[in-house]
Nanobody, 124 residues
Framework: QVQLVESGGALVQPGGSLRLSCEIS????????VGWFRQAPGKEREGVSC????????FYPKSVKGRFTMSRDKSKNRVYLQMTSLQPEDTGTYYC?????????????????WGQGTQVTVSS
């Protein structure tokens, strides 16, 4: 059974930084792709970073490229999302997801295992 537990969400001022963590159990990161997604109030969930299991290739959409950095620690079965230069539009609930396979499209419909989410609020 796949379990994902996010942590690290907080209230942060515009321009600030935050690091989210996702602790994963029940699977191997050698076999599963992992992604970070977010959902703002009234908006659809969107992918912000996805890492392939096969070669560690990471996808970022334009909205976060250059500001967000995803990483993984296979020895701890954890993934991280380092976020910098945060803006109010980055506010939302951030979810970690996993899907079996080498490379998975970084869109929510393609992912079947989800964590409960952690809240990120960017506000002065």
């Amino acid at each position: 059974q796949v379990q994902l537990v996010e942590s690290g969400g907080a209230l942060v001022q515009p321009g600030g930084s935050l690091r989210l963590s996702c602790e994963i159990s029940g699977i191997s990161l050698d076999d599963y792709a992992v992604g970070w997604f977010r959902q703002a109030p009234g908006k659809e969930r969107e992918g912000v970073s996805c890492i392939a299991s096969s070669d560690g290739t990471i996808f970022y959409p334009k909205s976060v490229k250059g500001r967000f950095t995803m990483s993984r620690d296979k020895s701890k079965n954890r993934v991280y999302l380092q976020m910098t230069s945060l803006q109010p539009e980055d506010t939302g609930t951030y979810y970690c997801a996993a899907e079996e396979g080498g490379i998975v499209l970084c869109q929510p419909f393609a992912w079947s295992s989800w964590g409960q989410g952690t809240q990120v609020t960017v506000s002065s």
